[in-house]
């Protein structure tokens, strides 16, 4: 999805470590409910799986979530909830009609879609844009992560959330 006009900037942080990553992905999560689309970019390694498995985390999921490159969709059944977390990797997807044919309820669901931009537009009025980026030089372990809201879902959010605080995590 490209950012809309409602388009607003939640946060801007460096993340220092996975663990900061994980905590990160724990805070998101904990505001995530049915319905929610959350768009993942960033290069390989860049920590959109470890940005998901703390999402899985904050929203109960049975079992452990885990890059859905080859199966390209898991559907994680989560505990106290009928709302399941699906986790999509569109890297090996050719076009938005490919997302299409997984028929994935994304009206009631939880989804989060890595590589995503471009495949997701028209699915949802709202959703969240998480843009991680790393050092390429390879000199640091230093990742910068962008959140944007887009929508009348998140036109007034908690931004305090999901910022970490030097210390946390």
Not at 97 to 116: K, N, P, R, V
Not at 120 to 133: A, K, N
């Amino acid at each position: 999805m490209t950012a809309g006009p409602e388009a607003r900037l939640i946060s801007r942080q460096k993340i220092l470590t996975s663990d900061q990553m994980h905590e990160l992905g724990m805070r998101l999560g904990a505001q995530l409910r049915e319905g929610d689309l959350v768009v993942l970019t960033g290069p390989l390694g860049a920590g959109k799986t470890t940005l998901s498995r703390g999402v899985g985390e904050a929203l109960n999921c049975i079992g452990t979530v885990s890059s859905p490159t080859f199966v390209i969709a898991r559907t994680h059944e989560r505990t106290g909830s009928e709302v399941p977390l699906v986790h999509v990797d569109a890297y090996r997807l050719g076009s938005p009609d490919e997302l299409d044919d997984l028929d994935i309820d994304f009206a009631h669901s939880i989804s989060l879609i890595e590589w995503g931009r471009g495949f997701t537009d028209g699915l949802s009025e709202s959703w969240l844009d998480v843009e991680i980026e790393r050092d390429h030089s390879g000199e640091t372990e230093v990742r910068e992560v962008t959140i944007i809201g887009n929508g009348p879902r998140w036109s007034n959010p908690p931004a305090e959330v999901f910022n970490l605080q030097s210390g946390d995590a």
